[in-house]
């Protein structure tokens, strides 16, 4: 059962961040509607902040696509929605401090030379001068172990310096790194709870981390279950059925509503989207949420929860 006290925490300010990599994807919708249900029955607000930040993995157009979903499904945003394509220089102003109190530091190691340590970075190997471009890192402290309480999955605890290491925080191509824009737009948009996949679970730690070096509040979390493949593996980009369509949002949306493990056929009589989901609002149970993950094919039939 969950432990934390996640929805009825006044205020609350949850969001969906969506990254522009393609059209919105089950996997998404599912963070979305589970997100904005969460914010809903807490009473609070729910908004959305485009994450493209990656121009390589980018797909032109997929940002307005996503939102232009996101409103077939009746999922619209109680704030305004930003980008982080747009807010280079709060991530800067973050990285400055960190740089100043000497809790950042160039480091000029290559992927290579980390190869050895199975690219966890806990000192520099060397001072290649030859090489021009620099990465910013977080320095991670040895026993740097932080805990935290998933609202789904009870206390969580990592060795940051021992499993992850000195964090990126700008990339050596210039890029700002996620886990540094996350952490600063989460804190700088007032995001008090934050309802995402699992697949970022084991990020949360080092977030926890840079929100403690920055000393910014550590918001509440929950993770929801990652949707997988009969043979429990994430769903790739190229399995069919995978795009969710807007314009026809109730077969999806009542999908996602079993993924998040409510009651099928709660949501089952005809109606607008916009009654679907008033619907979806008072039946939500977040008790129901399953931590496993879920097999997508599944969903459609039986039993979803993967036994793996
Ligand atoms: N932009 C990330 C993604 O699409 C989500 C980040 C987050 O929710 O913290 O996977």
Redesign the pocket.
């Known amino acids: 059962m969950p432990s934390t006290d996640m929805v009825h925490t006044t205020p609350y300010r949850g969001r969906f961040?969506?990254?522009p990599t393609g059209p919105l994807h089950f996997g998404s919708l599912v963070a979305a509607l589970g997100s904005w249900l969460m914010a809903r029955l807490a009473d609070g607000e729910w908004w959305v902040r485009i994450?493209d930040l990656d121009p390589p993995r980018e797909v032109a157009g997929a940002a307005d696509a996503q939102l232009r979903t996101l409103t077939g499904f009746g999922l619209v945003p109680d704030g305004p929605v930003v980008r982080q394509s747009e807010r280079h220089a709060l991530y800067r102003a973050a990285l400055d401090h960190l740089l100043a109190s000497g809790q950042a530091f160039p480091c000029r190691c290559s992927r290579s030379d980390l190869a050895a340590t199975n690219g966890i970075h806990r000192a520099c190997c060397r001072s290649n001068t030859a090489r021009a471009e620099a990465a910013i890192r977080l320095r991670v402290t040895d026993g740097s172990v932080v805990t935290f309480e998933d609202f789904l999955h009870g206390f969580v605890t990592q060795d940051v310096a021992a499993d992850v290491g000195d964090v990126v925080l700008l990339r050596a191509d210039g890029f700002w790194a996620y886990q540094l824009a996350?952490v600063v737009d989460d804190a700088e948009q007032g995001i008090t709870h934050?309802v995402?996949g699992a697949d970022?679970l084991d990020s949360t730690p080092r977030q926890i981390l840079l929100q403690r070096a920055l000393s910014l509040p550590t918001p509440t979390y929950a993770h929801l279950p990652l949707i997988v493949d009969a043979h429990g593996a994430k769903l790739s980009k190229s399995m069919a059925a995978l795009p969710v369509d807007g314009d026809d949002p109730l077969p999806a949306l009542r999908l996602a509503w079993r993924a998040l493990g409510q009651h099928p056929g709660m949501l089952d009589s005809p109606g607008s989207v916009d009654r679907v989901l008033a619907r979806a609002m008072i039946e939500f149970a977040p008790g129901l949420i399953p931590r496993k993950p879920i097999a997508f094919a599944a969903l459609h039939n039986g039993s979803a929860v993967q036994d793996a």
Do not use: D, G, K, Q
């Open positions: 961040a969506p990254s994450e996350v934050i995402r970022l």
